[in-house]
């Protein structure tokens, strides 16, 4: 296929709400800095921005089906990573990175879409996971990383890897019984989780049923929770940019992880309600279109790439800005295309680039047979 040709061929709607979430999030990250007065990671973020559009178009010119051969090979390779992390030095009471001087790389976001590839491999052509006992395989394939991701510990990447999994298995044809027995048997061990949780994380469970609004921030494990929710309240219906309002505390706007697990306050907080909705809204289309490219694209391989992909950005999403409402635990998870951190930017614009490849050869030129189960 010519450049030009491809280039005709790709979903620009799709382009259109990236781009435009990517400027939504910029935003937040600016008034991040603005408040803290600390580093300028608006400029950072502006940096690894350009620095993902040379991977976003590599990983949109060479032809998806091309990593199908070598999926296992990526994702046996990325493993070792998670393993590296527990020589580096604790940040925040975890080991997620691999520093490299004034890089820092987070395994994780580079097994999360290894860990798509080998599992849309695994399932192309296969009958055997129509069968219970054929499922043995993918559970064990996402229960590799999920538990070294989890002794990091990073409850938030962890917690991303069930959901891919049971959307691509739905994608490829499981059947739904075998769900249902699924679903069932992860309730009767959850308690098992719930004692091998930590108490930090425990804690945040708990704090979900004794919320308090309004008022001074009781501290200690209720801080993340009423902070995100206080700061995401100081906008109001317009934000403070065009409001104008601003509370002469600094305490008030103080948030951990601003930029990053919390940039969603800092869009309530300069654009108000308008601004979350329009980037609840952004994100809906967003992912909707995703979804819409998988179910044309007649090749296994394809489709169950844009699954897994839209089910982790759409699974992120979800539990991000759920935690800022307070509506689900707080736990360390980015927001696609907007909360900043180069590995996290750097991958999403990888993953980008792999749908709107599979969106511009949606029946692939040398497809093989469609889906069976489907």
């Known amino acids: 296929m010519s450049t030009i040709e491809l280039l005709r061929r790709i979903p620009w709607s799709v382009v ?14 600016a008034r991040a800095d603005e408040l803290n007065d600390g580093p300028d990671l608006f400029a950072k973020q502006i940096t690894w921005a350009l620095i993902s559009l040379p991977a976003l178009a ?23 990573l998670l393993i590296v992390v527990f020589f580096m030095e604790k940040r925040g009471g975890a080991r997620c990175w691999i520093q490299f001087g004034y890089f820092d790389l987070q395994p994780s976001e580079i097994v999360k879409l290894t860990f798509i590839l080998v599992l849309a491999q695994y399932l ?22 999920l538990a070294l991701i989890l002794l990091e510990p990073d409850l938030g990447s962890a917690l991303l890897f069930v959901p891919v999994l049971f959307a691509m298995l739905f994608a490829a044809g499981i059947r739904l019984r075998h769900l249902a027995y699924i679903g069932v048997l992860g309730l009767l061990v959850s308690p098992l989780f719930w004692l ?12 979900l049923f004794t919320q308090v609004d309004g008022g001074r921030n009781p501290g200690e494990d209720h801080w993340h929770q009423h902070q995100s929710k206080a700061v995401l309240a ?29 940039v969603f306050c800092l869009i309530g907080e300069r654009w108000g309600l308008v601004g979350t909705s329009l980037t609840l809204l952004l994100y809906v289309v967003f992912l909707t279109l995703g979804l819409r490219l998988a179910a044309r694209t007649r090749e296994p391989f394809g489709r169950l790439i844009a699954v897994g992909i839209v089910t982790l950005w759409g699974t992120q999403t979800i539990i991000n800005t759920g935690m800022t409402v307070g509506l689900l635990p707080v736990v360390g998870i980015t927001l696609p295309l907007m909360s900043s951190g180069g590995s996290s930017l ?4 990888i993953g980008l680039g792999l749908l709107l490849n599979i969106g511009a050869r949606p029946g692939y030129e040398v497809a093989g047979e469609p889906f069976q189960f489907g």
């Open 124 to 145: 192309m052509y296969r009958d055997n996971f129509r069968r219970l006992t054929g499922l043995v395989a993918p559970f064990v394939i996402t229960l590799i990383p």
């Open 196 to 207: 091998k949780m930590s108490p930090e994380q425990q804690s945040r469970i708990r704090v």
């Open 234 to 262: 100081l906008g109001g219906p317009w934000g403070s940019e065009f409001s104008g309002m601003r509370i002469d505390d600094a305490e008030a706007y103080r948030l951990y992880a601003a930029q990053s697990d919390f």
């Open 16 to 29: 259109v709400c990236a781009v435009a979430l990517l400027a939504i999030g910029l935003t937040g990250i």
């Open 346 to 349: 750097l991958m999403t614009a």
């Open 58 to 80: 590599l990983a949109l010119a060479i032809p998806y089906r091309t990593w199908q051969p070598i999926s296992h090979l990526l994702f046996i390779g990325s493993l070792p």
